[in-house]
T-cell receptor, first 114, second 109 residues
Framework: ETGVTQTPRHLVMGMTNKKSLKCEQH?????MYWYKQSAKKPLELMFV???????ENNSVPSRFSPECPNSSHLFLHLHTLQPEDSALYLC?????????????FGPGTRLTVL | KQEVTQIPAALSVPEGENLVLNCSFT??????LQWFRQDPGKGLTSLLL?????REQTSGRLNASLDKSSGRSTLYIAASQPGDSATYLC????????FGQGTTLQVKP
């Protein structure tokens, strides 16, 4: 596979469930990102990882827990979410977190919290 | 605080028309500005990236301009086609990407 892949593509969960989103990049990049895209709102940066180290947490609630075991994989662990957390969650990667080159985005996971 | 605004929010045109999408930002201290395309329920695809020192970039039927001093960028699409129907997002890079809300374009056959 090439580019940035995300699984699952769609996820429906209850407020008491625990689930995880997975992102994998095949571009040899060192930085990975989680974004949230809600209806009627601009994309919001959630987390940034560079060489597996978290470099930015954009005031995200603790019910979202990221994990980056290596430069190619990024997870977002979800627990006790709220209905307002329903959104499209996008993963992206770039050569380096300081790089101003373009970021490459995955197709997203559409999350619905009941 | 950097804010990015895109006007209009939605646009519908007949096939073949030339059109302009607008993007404005409040702080001129940017590294670059990018235009992305997003198809429904999909991720983002980078269309054009303009460095802060550049005035414009072209790719096929697309031309993007940047006026950093006035905080404005435009995306010009020539001879629009139904396949151009998508949401177009503008983002400025300030150390991280700050996005506008997008313009949803519909090109009718």
């Amino acid at each position: 596979e090439t580019g940035v892949t995300q699984t699952p593509r769609h996820l429906v969960m209850g407020m008491t469930n625990k689930k995880s989103l997975k992102c994998e990049q095949h571009l040899g990049h060192n930085a990975m990102y989680w974004y949230k895209q809600s209806a009627k709102k601009p994309l919001e940066l959630m987390f940034v990882y560079n060489f597996k180290e978290q470099t930015e947490n954009n005031s995200v609630p603790s019910r979202f827990s990221p994990e980056c075991p290596n430069s190619s994989h990024l997870f977002l662990h979800l627990h006790t979410l709220q209905p307002e957390d329903s959104a499209l969650y996008l993963c992206a990667s770039s050569q380096d977190w300081r790089s101003t080159d373009t970021q490459y985005f995955g197709p997203g996971t559409r999350l619905t919290v009941l | 605080k950097q804010e990015v605004t895109q006007i209009p929010a939605a646009l519908s045109v007949p096939e073949g028309e030339n059109l302009v999408l607008n993007c404005s930002f409040t702080d001129s201290a940017i590294y670059n500005l990018q235009w992305f395309r997003q198809d429904p329920g999909k991720g983002l695809t980078s269309l054009l990236l303009i460095q802060s020192s550049q005035r414009e970039q072209t790719s096929g039927r697309l031309n993007a301009s940047l006026d950093k001093s006035s905080g404005r960028s435009t995306l010009y699409i020539a001879a629009s086609q139904p396949g151009d129907s998508a949401t177009y997002l503008c983002a400025v890079h300030t150390g991280k990407l700050i996005f506008g809300q997008g313009t949803t374009l519909q090109v009718k056959p």
